[in-house]
């Protein structure tokens, strides 16, 4: 189990050779339920877009395939994570694609510069949650959507106990977060086993 736990702590902020490992693992192992989660979404063409907590960046290029002329930007907290998100979107970085290391805590972008902003598998580790969908909100356009992906819904999941620093939400308690945080138009969507997606709209 140590060995496990050591892996899977990996997800919130991946280091060395076992992050490598696990950000090819979420690259792969997130594709069903991103592809289900941002055909949700009626992405259009030409839209700035961000992943925050892009991890190995394969978002971004489902992101990017979406949108014909569109720009994507990335945001992680790992030094890794970004090394391999940049390493993974080679022909297109820093023309459509911009990857930054950083916090959802504190947005490096300027308000309203976003039509989309992404969060997959990853609000689990945002400290100080509802200041991070504040700082959301702020780098939204009117009119914006945020859309929220996630794969652990219950907040006794198994997973928090393996993975360190996790806090699982259902998302009942994310929609609700969502209004409270000034959302408006939230929506939320469900699909076995467990994936869920949380939709809201920047006024």
């Known amino acids: 189990m140590g060995l496990l736990k050591k892996l899977f702590t990996n997800c919130a902020h991946p280091k060395g050779r076992m992050g490598r490992a696990m950000l090819q693992f979420m690259n792969c192992c997130h ?11 009626n992405i259009q063409d030409g839209w700035t877009m961000l992943d925050i907590g892009c991890g190995g960046g394969a978002t971004l290029q489902r ?3 979406r949108s014909k002329n569109g720009v994507v930007y990335g945001i992680d ?9 940049k390493k993974v979107n080679a022909d297109v970085i820093d023309k459509k694609v911009f990857v ?6 504190k947005l490096p972008y300027e308000d309203g510069k976003f039509d989309l902003v992404t969060a997959v598998e990853t609000v689990y580790f945002w400290p100080n949650l509802s200041g991070c969908l504040q700082e959301v909100r702020r780098v939204l356009k009117p009119g914006g959507k945020f859309a929220i992906l996630v794969e652990v819904v219950d907040s006794d999941s198994k997973w928090t106990n393996v993975v360190e620093g996790m806090t699982a939400y259902s998302p009942e308690q994310l929609q609700q977060l969502l209004d409270e945080a000034g959302f408006i138009h939230t929506e939320m969507y469900r699909k076995k086993p467990s994936y869920a997606t949380i939709l809201g709209m920047r006024p």
């Open 63 to 65: 992101l990017l395939k």
């Open 77 to 85: 907290i790992s030094e890794e994570s970004v090394a391999k998100a």
């Open 100 to 105: 930054t290391q950083g916090s959802a805590e």
């Open 31 to 41: 594709a069903p339920l991103t592809n289900w989660g941002l055909g949700l979404v």
